[in-house]
């Protein structure tokens, strides 16, 4: 790897002196680097077994949030389109600091803010990918339909693929997938949204600023970001709270959050096992019964 990591530096033409490399935490997914040299600082990655728009669409959706001048993000330095079983690199900029007591509260004003900036269309241009899984994208003037096919029904066949999916379950879930009409709004605000926003896709930057890191872009529902980070937690209620005054939700967001949280489950289902089967087995009874 410590040639590959040569290379993307010489890329971003820094032809200073490498001082340092070492491996840091980067996720399950690919092999992860500090990289120092006399001029910069980078956090750079890579993988030889992803597609080769695995990091553009990582380094598309982290230039669509930098756009919108609201939450911070990595500078992108750098990435790979690789092909044939080649190394794919990313290289971005090295974030390094400690939550405040304000970070929580930043957070969740910056998202708020992030989420006034929409589009006309539902979804995205650009295939995106959640976790390791591809996430088909395309635009669609109806929030119902492009979550019914892009999400639910993506992860629906992935599942049935997979083996996750007994009868019961997957009676109920084509249930709820052929009436989704009835369950979410038809035409919620198409706000940028992160579209991976866990615990761990955040960190503190310089006096506790927050970043984003990792993005699955696309446009939305905010309530369906929201609702994301309810499933495992890792926001504290000032974060909430911030949100909330800068953008208040729905009336009808407890009504729709399982639905939402559902697409997640399924996620995990696909990607880690049956653990996260009666977690989707529980929404599916508040629905379909």
């Known amino acids: 790897m410590k040639q590959h ?102 957070l969740g004003e910056k998202l708020a803010r992030m989420h006034q900036h929409t589009s006309n269309q539902y979804g995205f241009g650009e295939p995106t990918f959640v976790g390791e899984l591809n996430q088909p994208n395309g635009w669609n003037e109806s929030w119902v339909e492009y979550y019914r096919e892009n999400r639910l029904r993506h992860q629906y066949n992935l599942a049935l693929k997979n083996g996750r999916l007994g009868s019961q379950r997957r009676e109920k879930l084509e249930k709820l997938i052929n009436q989704l009409e009835r369950f979410i709004p038809a035409s919620p605000s198409a706000s940028l949204l992160h579209g991976d926003l866990w615990g761990g896709n955040y960190l503190a930057g310089a006096e506790g600023e927050p970043y984003l890191i990792d993005p699955s872009i696309l446009y939305g529902d905010p309530a369906f970001e929201i609702a994301f980070t309810e499933l ?42 049956e653990s996260y089967g009666p977690g989707v087995d529980r929404i599916l009874k508040k629905y379909i019964g």
């Open 232 to 273: 495992f937690g890792g926001f504290s209620s000032s974060f909430y709270a911030a949100y909330e005054q800068n953008s208040p939700l729905r009336s009808d967001y407890e009504d729709v959050k399982p639905v939402y949280q559902l697409f997640y489950l399924l996620v995990h289902l696909n990607l880690f096992g």
């Open 5 to 106: 990591i040569e290379r993307v530096v010489r890329q971003i033409n820094d032809h200073s002196t490498i001082k340092e490399i070492r491996p840091v935490s980067g996720g399950d997914i690919n092999e992860a680097f500090y990289v120092a040299t006399e001029n910069n600082t980078y956090f750079i990655k890579g993988n030889q077994n992803v597609p080769d728009h695995f990091f553009k669409a990582e380094a598309t959706g982290l230039e669509a949030i930098r756009k919108t001048e609201t939450v911070a993000v990595p500078k992108v330095y750098y990435y790979d389109e690789p092909t044939d079983g080649e190394i794919g690199m990313l290289a971005l900029e090295w974030i390094e600091g400690m939550e405040s007591a304000q970070s929580s509260d930043l």
